[in-house]
């Protein structure tokens, strides 16, 4: 039983490159959510996802894309890197609404940093 | 949006001791506050977590007050034990169709001293 698990656990990059952060949970929770955690401002929404193909913005989603093809991945893309997304990230899954449980389960973090 | 302040950024308390921190939300429509426990280099865990239909909610040692009116909520840790040291996040949301997007606070570096 994995769990939630993320891929790669250490990312180097230069400015200017695609980078793409994997994230895959065995439960089949519905709400998948990325974020980001930088000193002084806690963990920061990037963006959520309802269920496959359902995907919104949340508080800093400017930089980054996602898509949700099945229920148990939820890549996040990094179109051209930038100094300013050097961060560690986040991956949370959640059953959401329906069972009462709405505690959010967190990946092991992936550490990017781009030179 | 949402916006949560949480206080103190750093608390330092002797073993035994209580331990007190401190939110407080903008929106009052958010319904749900959860706690997370994060230690060094590990991932955020859910301690605690509070609905806004209850005023108070108690795990062994650890509590979550919740004063809607005031639009605050506290987490209460007794006995402090080492194990007890971390980064601890306060969190709120509005649990809508659309899901559970928390707003977390900014964190409280705990350190239980012996």
């Known amino acids: 039983d994995a769990g939630i698990t993320q891929s790669p656990r250490y990312k180097i990059t230069e400015t200017g490159r695609q980078v793409t952060l994997m994230c895959h949970q065995t439960w089949s929770h519905s709400y998948m959510f990325w974020y980001r955690q930088d000193l002084g401002h806690g963990l920061r929404l990037i963006y959520y996802s309802a269920a496959a193909d359902i995907t919104d913005k949340g508080e800093v989603p400017d930089g980054y894309v996602v898509s949700r093809s099945k229920t148990e991945n939820f890549p996040l893309t990094l179109e051209s890197a930038t100094r300013s997304q050097t961060s560690v990230y986040f991956c949370?899954?959640?059953?959401?609404?329906?069972?009462?449980?709405?505690?959010?389960?967190f990946g092991p973090g992936t550490r990017l940093t781009v030179t | 949006g949402e916006n949560v302040e949480q206080h103190p950024s750093t608390l330092s308390v002797q073993e035994g001791d209580s331990a007190v921190i401190k939110c407080t939300y903008s929106d009052s429509a958010s319904n749900y506050f959860p706690w997370y426990k994060q230690e060094l280099g590990k991932r955020p865990q859910l301690i605690i977590d509070i609905r806004s239909n209850v005023g108070e909610k108690k795990d062994q040692r650890i509590a979550v007050t919740l004063n809607k009116t005031a639009k605050h909520f506290s987490l209460h840790i007794t006995e402090t034990q080492p194990e007890d040291s971390a980064v601890y996040f306060c969190?709120?949301?509005?649990?809508?169709?659309?899901?559970?997007?928390?707003?977390f606070g900014t964190g409280t570096q705990l350190k239980v001293e012996l």
């Open positions: 969190a709120a949301s509005l649990i809508t169709g659309g899901g559970n997007k928390l707003t």
């Open positions: 949370a899954s959640s059953e959401g609404q329906g069972t009462g449980d709405y505690e959010q389960y």
